[in-house]
């Protein structure tokens, strides 16, 4: 499998999103679309998206009961999207009934991969809030463990946690990793970062890369570097 960036596109309007697209004329980066763009636009904007071209990773983190989780799969499904994901908490009968919701009748689907632990949640929080006892990541490759076995592709996570993923849960499992930033990039709100290249070296499948992106003077050559640095 081919190792790819995603960039994300966190804007809140269709109209921003275009106009920054627009920059791109000789690649058709893979974007990831979240709760932000898609809440304020609907699947409008998916399709419109992909009618120019691009891959897209529909970042909506489903996390509902079985049945409606795999209704809600089989709609995003019908969107074409090339990748989706969910959160493992949901257990392994949800992410089941997700991948049969995603899979069309041809048996294809787009790549679903589960999220373990949000990097917002500190072990601290996930002990005393959420009265998981384990570490966190024990948890996070106990939720990888459970996403591999529900039949998914992948899950998102850390770059720094993708190492121990790929061990538990074998090299093809897919790693998609946001916290990516230029060694001599600005960090903003991420905690554990790493280069692309250092991602690379880790195992990351994919990086998400945003503002080192979105927000460079220049995103076309932020985006050119990412892809030189990462892919090789
Ligand atoms: O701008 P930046 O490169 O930090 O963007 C990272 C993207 O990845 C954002 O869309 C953010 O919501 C997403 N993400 C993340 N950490 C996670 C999951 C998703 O930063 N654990």
Do not use: W
Not at 30 to 54: C, D, N, Q, T, W
């Amino acid at each position: 499998m081919g190792k790819d960036v995603i960039i994300a596109c966190d804007f809140s309007s269709a109209k921003d999103t275009f106009d920054f697209l627009d920059q791109f004329t000789e690649e058709k980066p893979f974007v990831k679309i979240g709760m932000e763009l898609y809440y304020a636009e609907g699947p409008s904007i998916v399709k419109e998206i992909k009618k120019r071209g691009h891959k897209i990773f529909l970042d909506l983190k489903l996390h509902d009961i079985p049945n409606t989780v795999k209704k809600a799969m089989s709609v995003l499904s019908s969107l074409d999207v090339d990748m989706t994901n969910l959160h493992a908490a949901g257990t392994v009968d949800m992410m089941k009934a997700a991948v049969e919701g995603l899979t069309k009748e041809d048996g294809t689907r787009p790549i679903l991969i589960a999220v373990t632990q949000l990097t917002s949640t500190s072990e601290e929080r996930m002990q005393n809030e959420l009265l998981i006892n384990a570490s966190i990541n024990d948890t996070i490759v106990k939720y990888a463990e459970n996403a591999k076995a529900a039949g998914l592709d992948g899950v998102v996570c850390s770059p720094l946690e993708a190492g121990m993923v790929k061990d538990a849960c074998g090299k093809p499992f897919i790693t998609v990793t946001p916290g990516v930033r230029f060694a001599d990039g600005e960090v903003g709100d991420q905690v554990r970062v790493t280069t692309p290249e250092k991602a690379r070296e880790i195992g990351s499948d994919y990086i998400v890369v945003g503002r080192p992106v979105t927000q460079a003077e220049d995103p076309v050559a932020a985006y050119r570097r990412c892809v030189k640095e990462f892919v090789g």
